[in-house]
């Protein structure tokens, strides 16, 4: 398989925002792509556990965690429920848990690390607002590209062939 991200850098270089390099590959699926959908949500998952029971249609699910290093964002339930409904990946500015598990499903994850802790569920958090992290402002409608190389977005849909 071919390195998605280098590719769409060379062909699209003024159509491309790049992610600082700061997550780790943690999904089954190393490539994946598609449009955003985003969370904003500090050490509470809640928001999550109703995204990933909807329809993903390809899409990729980018939490703004706030860089959280103390509790984890997604777990493998969540993770293998988000597969199944058709999301493409999760993208986290915090962490996961659950690695090995996640590692065997098909899905991409992206993450900060990794943390044994769960979050707190008290159904705080934001749907489908602008956030930023890494450098990069992540646009709910917008697209998301991600590979071992790093993460990327473009307002447009790039051809991936």
């Known amino acids: 398989m071919e390195d998605l991200l280098p590719e769409l850098c060379d062909r699209y270089p003024d159509d491309v925002r790049i992610l600082e390099p700061m997550l780790g590959n943690f999904g089954g699926r190393e490539r994946f792509f598609g449009q955003i ?3 904003k949500a500090f050490e509470d998952n809640s928001l999550v556990r109703e995204q990933v029971a909807q329809p993903g249609e390809g ?5 703004d965690a706030g860089g959280s290093m103390r509790r984890a964002m997604l777990g493998d339930m969540l993770a293998e ?3 199944k409904n058709g999301w493409a990946g999760i993208i986290i500015y ?3 848990r659950d690695v090995n598990a ?5 899905i991409g994850v992206q993450a900060l690390g990794a943390h044994p802790l769960k979050t707190d569920k008290k159904g705080v958090g934001e749907l489908n607002v602008p956030v930023r ?3 990069v ?5 917008e697209y998301c590209y991600a590979d071992n190389n790093g993460v990327l977005v473009s307002p ?4 991936t062939d």
Do not use: Y
């Open 102 to 106: 996640i590692a065997d499903l098909d």
């Open 156 to 159: 447009k849909p790039l051809e």
């Open 81 to 83: 429920k988000a597969s």
């Open 37 to 39: 959908v985003t969370i």
């Open 133 to 135: 992290f890494g450098g």
């Open 137 to 141: 402002d992540f646009v709910p409608g």
């Open 94 to 96: 915090g962490c996961i």
């Open 59 to 63: 899409r990729v699910l980018v939490v």
